[in-house]
């Protein structure tokens, strides 16, 4: 006797035999997109949204954030500043913003984006242990709709059963027009594959993605979400802002996310002198280019990631972001370099150069 498939499973092989003969084959193909003035936008999975290469992460500035009966706001200037950095990233052609619920950032969001809510996508995600529905019609309430609604599934092998119920309510809400695409996030590699198998109509995932944390590229999972045709976001594309940890040309004043990281010249730890001396030299011969920049132009090449979200707490943050897009879309040989020279540096600071709460970026994702 044969064993019963599941209703996903079935509903899944039945698409999957529908579709085969448009299946693309084991290359994984680009993303389509255009440019518009000095902005790249580039297709979300199957559907019609068109994401600016880069866009703007919801993590806010940790300087400034106080706290709240509900998670943590930013004072007065905090917010001040805040909104002169996203109305200048909308100026430049950025057209996404996530959003976080317990940063307070809703309303403000809200605010900014009201006068050209019709060229600005707004990507959110539960945070709150709330009813997802319910926190659904509480953001289509506040904005309308929502482009880009997620879960987050933690870690583990496989998807929950309540994962599913809550993706059975995005779906429902896609189909009502509250949403307009819906996706996951993780931490975990095998969770976004289970996610590819398990959840119909996925539109896409966020998941971390930088050069030194691309394990992705040596498995299954960007060659099987691009035959679904989900799309890809790169989240932590610095590392949570680490990566300036790793340079030693780094602009003065310059911190991570982390203010109580330190700069690795000032870490107690010795490194190799030979180690620095490599990494310094490749960037001297980059004038002009950080080594952020070079990082985030690392994401910017993938041909098959949609956007990179990095938070962007600065004015210069954002302009130097988006001056990283303004060159062609390749790694040259004094990049790629440079790049080499920063996994050495951190892999001779070990697990140190990332803040205790992100050194599950090492154990999962470094290549």
């Not at 290359?27 to 600016?52: C, H, N, T, W």
Request: with cysteine; hydrophobic share 40%.
């Amino acid at each position: 006797m044969k064993p019963c498939l599941s209703r996903r499973k079935f509903l899944a092989a039945s698409a999957a035999m529908a579709m085969a003969p448009r299946l693309p084959g084991a290359a994984i193909e680009p993303v389509k997109e255009f440019r518009r003035g000095g902005m790249v936008y580039r297709q979300l999975g199957k559907s019609d949204l068109y994401v600016s290469l880069l866009s703007y992460g919801s993590h806010t500035d940790p300087g400034y954030k106080i706290k709240a009966p509900h998670g943590q706001v930013l004072n007065t200037e905090g917010q001040q500043r805040r909104d002169r950095q996203l109305a200048r990233a909308f100026d430049l052609g950025v057209n996404m913003i996530d959003t976080y619920e317990n940063n307070g950032q809703w309303e403000p969001v809200a605010r900014v984006v009201k006068p050209r809510r019709d060229k600005v996508l707004v990507s959110l995600c539960r945070q709150f242990p709330m009813f997802v529905g319910e926190n659904i019609d509480r953001a289509a309430k506040l904005y309308g709709h929502v482009d880009l609604y997620r879960i987050y599934l933690g870690a583990g092998k496989t998807v929950r059963h309540e994962d599913l119920e809550d993706w059975d309510v995005l779906r429902k809400a896609k189909k009502a027009g509250k949403l307009r695409t819906i996706g996951i996030s993780t931490h975990s590699e095998a969770i976004m594959m289970s996610a590819l198998e398990e959840f119909e109509d996925l539109d896409y995932v966020m998941f971390p993605y930088n050069f030194i944390h691309a394990r992705t590229d040596y498995t299954d999972f960007l060659p099987a979400a691009r035959k679904k045709g989900v799309g890809l976001i790169a989240i932590k594309p610095l590392s949570a802002g680490s990566i300036v940890n790793l340079d030693p040309l780094a602009r003065p004043g310059t911190t991570p996310e982390n203010h109580n990281m330190r700069l690795y010249r000032d870490n107690h730890r010795p490194l190799p002198p030979a180690v620095v001396a490599e990494l310094t030299k490749s960037l001297k011969r980059m004038p002009d280019e950080t080594l952020c920049q070079a990082a985030l132009r690392f994401v910017y090449t993938r041909p098959f990631m949609t956007s990179a979200m990095p938070g962007m707490f600065e004015d210069y943050m954002v302009e130097d972001n988006y001056q990283a897009l303004q060159r062609s879309l390749s790694l040259g040989r004094e990049e790629q370099s440079t790049l080499d020279a920063a996994r050495n540096v951190a892999d001779a600071m070990g697990p140190g150069w990332l803040p205790p709460h992100y050194r599950w970026l090492d154990k999962e994702f470094r290549a």
